[in-house]
T-cell receptor
């Protein structure tokens, strides 16, 4: 089975930097996704990490440490439109097939 | 425009009735998925299909059924056997399974009265 942990809620100020952490436990790790989901809308893809290290994509960066079972999403120069839930999802190979399991998500509120 | 569509956005049904949610994609993706999202919980996988005429149960398949007769379409039926069907249902597709990014439809919010 899998266990994925993320903080439930976070608040940050416009223009600031925020780091959203995700820890996981799985036996057949094959990669980790981050998705953004605005309230009532579909999740949209942000990043995919399979190797250790930092992947930067504009204002958003994602980090992975496979040995620690840990990832974070870093959002810089926060904007009001970044208020959303951020979902960590782990790709796991077990039982002969690959499967993506989502965490419960972190609801980020950006305040002026 | 290429994309994945779900209709309707909001759906109301009486308890005891079966209801079918539609999901269509024109991305030429082989794999399609159905998830359910409830407040305070992550997306939970109901069914997925890797290829036409083939599908597998996810974590919470009880009370649901699917078909995959065409590559573009993956309808989900919520049967009267589903004990708590009121939820936000999301359909997704990807080129293949595994590390391929999943692209989500806009979702259908089902309310059973």
């Amino acid at each position: 089975g899998q266990n994925i942990d993320q903080p439930t809620e976070m608040t940050a100020t416009e223009g600031a930097i925020v780091q959203i952490n995700c820890t996981y436990q799985t036996s057949g790790f094959n990669g980790l996704f981050w998705y953004q989901q605005h309230a009532g809308e579909a999740p949209t893809f942000l990043s995919y990490n399979v190797l250790d290290g930092l992947e930067e994509k504009g204002r958003f960066s994602s980090f992975l440490s496979r040995s620690k079972g840990y990832s974070y999403l870093l959002l810089k120069e926060l904007q009001m439109k970044d208020s959303a839930s951020y979902l960590c999802a782990v790709l796991d190979f077990s039982g002969g097939y690959q499967k993506v399991t989502f965490g419960t998500g972190t609801k980020l509120q950006v305040i002026p | 425009d290429g994309g994945i569509t779900q209709s309707p956005k909001y759906l109301f049904r009486k308890e005891g009735q079966n209801v079918t949610l539609s999901c269509e994609q024109n991305l030429n993706h082989d794999a399609m998925y159905w998830y359910r999202q409830d407040p305070g919980q992550g997306l939970r996988l109901i069914y997925y299909s890797q290829i036409v005429n083939d599908f597998q149960k996810g974590d919470i398949a009880e009370g649901y059924s699917v078909s995959r007769e065409k590559k573009e379409s993956f309808p989900l039926t919520v049967t009267s056997a589903q004990k708590n069907p009121t939820a936000f249902y999301l359909c997704a597709s990807s080129i293949g399974t595994g590390s391929d990014t999943q692209y989500f439809g806009p979702g259908t919010r089902l309310t059973v009265l």
